[in-house]
């Protein structure tokens, strides 16, 4: 870092390495290959917790009783339910354009939502008003991302049902059937592993929103903008992508190789703060192996998951060969739309899925920055013609 004028300080291009913030939610140790959300594991926390106590953890700083989970349950469950204005737009919202664009679509109906729901700014907000009105949008979001979706499908909108958890609702809503009990739970173990990763970038965009006293649904809907880019929530479709176009293990060193060498991105491989294996990416390869040896598994699925860990075995040691000394592990997204497949999520919903769960992590770090009373203001450094320039007179 140098100083500039009038006291500033150049920070690294993108805000790399550069803290911004005190956060009691949460931490990513990159080089440790570890996360945690408060003081728990986050890694085990999606092997022995429900989604919904996750939930309770990083928004309230502890773990619920059983009595506060029931209770917290109940209200998640009431304000899944449309309200009628916002139903009544959504085959309109879902009939949009000549591609599905759930996020854009969700971005739609949540600013919607917020109107009809009559969301202050933060800034006149209470703690408890705040905190309502980030459940209702945590809980509303699934609901409406998969009516937008079946509605483009020409398919009629499935309601929530209010004895299902979130995960199961998730499945349930999308495919209009009882989900499979292990299908639900790796779900739901994918959904508490995703809620929060440190100030990435719609997280990050979330908090400046809030900063500035907005409400809730600007916040997030400034986030989803963040997460809809490719680099970022936009990623597991396209890993799932790369995976059917390879097809077949005889022509993965071929793809891989030409990729490599052309400079081209491998998608689901290299993170941003991983220095080391994404411990989210080790535990969905865990998920998709024992989906893959469950009875009843189809020959198709069982064959993709083979093929995933031997596309990440094989890009491991091609990079080594043909770029020594750059490690380029794989990442959340590379097992996330195997996971997501084996459970009967169509591609277009990989990213969605994603989004149930980090709707929560940007909802409670804009509780955390609204209570903070703090605008983030930062400065940018000038590059243009010297000033002050003389005015053309003509």
Known sequence: ???????????????????????????????????HYRQYSAIELAGAKSLEQVWFLVVNGRLPSEPELAEFSQHVAAARELPEQLAEVLPSIAAAGDRFEPLAGLRTALSLFGSVRGMAPLWDSGAGAAGADALAVCAVTPTVLAALYRLRAGLAPVEPRAELSVAANWLYMINDGQPDPAHTRAVERYLIATIDHGFNASTFTARVVASAGADVVASVAAAIGAFSGPLHGGAPDR???????????????EWVRARLLAGERIMGFGHAVYRTEDPRARMLREIALNLADADGVSRLDAELVDLAVTVERRVTEILAEVKPGRALPVNVEFYAGVVMRLCGIPNAMFTPTFTVSRVIGWCANILEQAATRKLIRPS???VGPPAPSPVPAN
Do not use: C, K, Q, W
Request: charged residues 30%.
């Open 1 to 35: 870092m140098s100083a500039l004028r009038d006291g500033l300080i150049e920070v690294p291009a993108g805000l790399r390495d550069v803290v911004v913030s005190n956060t009691e939610i949460g931490d990513v140790h990159g080089g440790e290959g570890f996360y």
């Open 239 to 253: 890993a799932l992508e790369a995976l059917d176009a390879i097809g077949t293990r005889e022509r993965i060193d």
């Open 380 to 382: 940018a450094r000038y």
